[in-house]
């Protein structure tokens, strides 16, 4: 059985249903140990006051295949 290597994938998550991109963050390191970004810290504020990356997370996948699913399970079982 061949050695399996982590590739980086990053995706970007609307929570604006389970509370929006800080909550969603916090809620994911206290319940289910996951570390993640809001969307918020990685855009830049629009003219008009608004911020594009607001109510998403951003999920960067940088483990092997194994270790990576384990998380996204964790992932779904703690957004519900």
Do not use: K
Not at 23 to 33: C, S, V
């Amino acid at each position: 059985r061949g050695r399996r290597t982590a590739t980086y994938q990053c995706r970007w998550l609307d929570v604006s249903a389970q509370g929006g991109d800080e909550a969603a963050t916090l809620h994911l390191w206290r319940e289910a140990g996951l570390r993640v970004v809001p969307g918020r810290y990685l855009a830049q504020p629009q003219a008009d006051g608004s911020n594009p990356g607001e109510g998403f997370i951003r999920v960067a996948m940088v483990h092997d295949h194994d270790t990576t699913a384990e998380a996204l399970h964790r992932l779904v079982a703690a957004l519900g």
